[in-house]
């Protein structure tokens, strides 16, 4: 975790890696996810600077915002590596959408932390976004100390 102030639109408790924007931010993987859009991690590297900024920057509270952030990441794949974006469809794999229930890989991850699950109206609670970042994190098996901060941040009080 960074010491300095959290740059705007990513979570404090992302890792320096991420804030520095060497790796996905968890706001730009839920852009990603929302506009069924794969981006690699190599490709996210190839990008510029100015470019990952402007992903992490760009609106995203309507529906013109998300097209136009879709719209975004494709001319920026298309510039870039010449090529299509890679569609990446959902396919009723999104259950951060659910917010009447915890998904199974944060109850998992829960487990597996030794951590108590907060009551299911924390999660409901939560924004899209949020749910998103702490399924993310939840399903991952190397982001246990974000996945432990952002269960904090999220679900404390």
């Known amino acids: 975790m960074s010491s300095s102030a959290t740059p705007p639109g990513l979570y404090p408790f992302e890792s320096d890696e991420t804030l520095s924007l060497a790796i996905i931010p968890l706001t730009v993987r839920y852009k990603l996810d929302v506009c069924e859009v794969k ?15 402007a992903l992490v920057a760009a609106a995203f ?25 890679t569609a990446h469809p959902l396919s009723g794999d999104a259950p951060w959408l659910d917010a009447s229930r915890w998904p199974q890989d944060v109850i998992d991850q829960c487990e597996r932390e030794s951590l108590a699950l907060p009551p299911v109206e924390r999660w409901s609670i939560l924004d899209e976004a949020q749910r998103h970042a702490l399924f993310v994190l939840g399903r991952s098996k190397h982001s246990q100390r974000e996945f432990r ?9």
Do not use: M, N, P, Y
């Open 39 to 53: 981006l690699h991690l190599q490709q996210w590297q190839k990008l510029t600077l100015a470019d990952r900024q």
């Open 61 to 85: 509270a309507s529906q013109a915002d998300i097209d136009a952030c879709s719209k975004l990441l494709h001319a920026l794949v298309d510039r870039h590596f010449g090529e299509a974006a």
């Open 149 to 157: 901060a952002a269960l904090s941040s999220f679900c404390s009080g």
